[in-house]
């Protein structure tokens, strides 16, 4: 009988080219594959959660496999860890469904980024932090810092290398703290864009150098353009930190920022319900796919949708979704998936 595996696994990421494969070079992937296969003979395709950078660390990064095996799953970080080096550590191995899938969960992710900060370098940190030696104010980059709590577009902290179209997401923790010479930046968050971290952690340094006033954050977030954002910081400095699964789908949603406010309500289950106070004309169609899929994700059957601004239609597209007019209620539009259409489960 086939198992589906959880893994967590902690790393120094200093000799590898990142969680992926790549061609010039040993990711960790390979070396964790190459591992579960002594374990158990078996090649494997190995998913990871985050798929971290060259030269980024974790202490709990998540990965699942799928095995014939029947060595039980508590036992597997005992076995794995007889055959991987000193610098990959599985931390904990269970069993989960089959259709568990690391990087479709509702998850918040944590990040630190560590900064020494002091007149010459430590060599023992010379891999696990970037050197800066002007003078940081570690409080002014915390003030900047909070300014990315909440729901945004990230555009301007994201690599223009990326290929992903919605660049929103939502910050829970975005702090700065000094112990000593070591200064870190910790943020966690519903997901984050290629190299956010390392782009908020670049700009952050330009702000506790006094190079940019701490207002300056406020203005980057506006711009939504990568230029405006300071440097990407050296991966050495980063780490994930964890990865934790939200254990409780909250009844109701809410936001509210300078550009959109919404709530999504679970209550009616198995549907939802999307009521769009107000949006911007610009963000109103990526919201409104954005909700959508956000509700169906989450379980619902049906998601009943009304908008504030009116500019929902009858027949309207966002995506897969096609929007219906409820005929006894004014204004409420159901969604229908074109998918379950096509292959008959409506």
Not at 189 to 212: C, D, E, H, P, Q
Not at 228 to 251: F, K, N, S, Y
Not at 313 to 337: I, K, S
Request: net charge negative; proline share 5%.
């Amino acid at each position: 009988m086939t198992r589906r595996i959880r893994l967590t696994i902690a790393y120094d990421g200093t000799d590898y080219v990142g969680w992926q494969v790549q061609p010039n070079g040993v990711a960790i992937e390979t070396v964790m594959a190459g591992a579960i296969k002594k374990v158990t003979g078996e090649d494997v395709l190995l998913i990871g959660a985050s798929r971290t950078d060259s030269g980024v660390h974790a202490d709990g990064n998540v990965a699942v496999f799928d095995t014939e095996s029947r060595i039980p799953a508590e036992k597997f970080k005992f076995a794995l860890n007889e055959f991987l080096p000193r610098d990959i550590s599985v931390q904990a191995s269970v069993e989960v469904s089959p259709d568990y899938h690391p990087r479709k969960l509702n998850a918040v992710k944590t990040y630190e980024y560590r900064i020494l900060n002091r007149v010459l370098p430590l060599p023992k940190e010379r891999n696990y932090a970037y050197f800066y030696y002007y003078p940081l104010d570690a409080e002014k980059m915390d003030r900047a810092a909070k300014v990315l709590l909440g729901e945004h577009d990230f555009k301007s902290f994201c690599s223009i290398r990326t290929s992903v179209e919605d660049t929103v997401r939502r910050i829970y923790t975005s702090e700065v703290r000094r112990e000593g010479d070591i200064i870190t930046y910790r943020v966690s968050g519903s997901g984050f864009l290629y190299n956010m971290v390392r782009i908020i952690a670049g700009t952050l340094v330009k702000i506790g150098s006094g190079l940019w006033p701490e207002e300056k954050m406020g203005e980057i977030l506006e711009a939504r353009d990568r230029a405006e954002a300071g440097p990407r910081a050296p991966a050495m400095g980063l780490t994930l930190v964890a990865i934790e699964e939200e254990q409780a789908l909250p009844p109701v949603e809410t936001e509210d920022n300078p550009h959109w406010a919404y709530e999504i309500d679970y209550r009616e289950k198995p549907n939802a319900r999307v009521h769009i106070f107000r949006s911007d004309e610009k963000d109103f169609d990526a919201l409104l796919l954005r909700l959508i899929k956000r509700a169906s994700r989450n379980g619902a059957l049906y998601v009943y949708v009304t908008d504030d601004g009116g500019r929902i239609r009858d027949g309207g597209t966002a995506d897969y979704f096609t929007l219906e007019c409820v005929p006894d209620a004014p204004g409420t539009f159901v969604t229908v998936d074109k998918r379950k259409l096509v292959s008959g489960e409506e």
